[in-house]
């Protein structure tokens, strides 16, 4: 099992939280997806997968909840 931790921006409510939660849950090989809303910053969200996911996948998924993926975190 594989764990990457990504930056979101743009994120300000539980209904964000659950967008971003579904939509990166569709990609493929994603098992888990948790985040930790920082209102008016940079939200953390944790992608647990079975193997490496493609950060340009997760990047769309983010995109499509409407909402912008700053990077992995360190």
């Not at 939280?17 to 493929?28: D, L």
């Not at 930790?36 to 950060?55: F, P």
């Amino acid at each position: 099992m594989s764990t990457t931790t990504y930056g979101v921006t743009g994120m300000t409510c539980g209904h964000c939280v659950a967008a971003v939660t579904e939509e990166v849950g569709k990609v493929a090989g994603v098992k888990d997806v948790t985040v930790e809303l920082v209102n008016g910053g940079e939200s953390k969200v944790t992608v647990a997968s079975d193997g490496e996911i493609d950060v340009d996948d997760v990047r769309a998924a983010v995109d499509e909840a409407g909402y912008v993926l700053t990077g992995p975190s360190a």
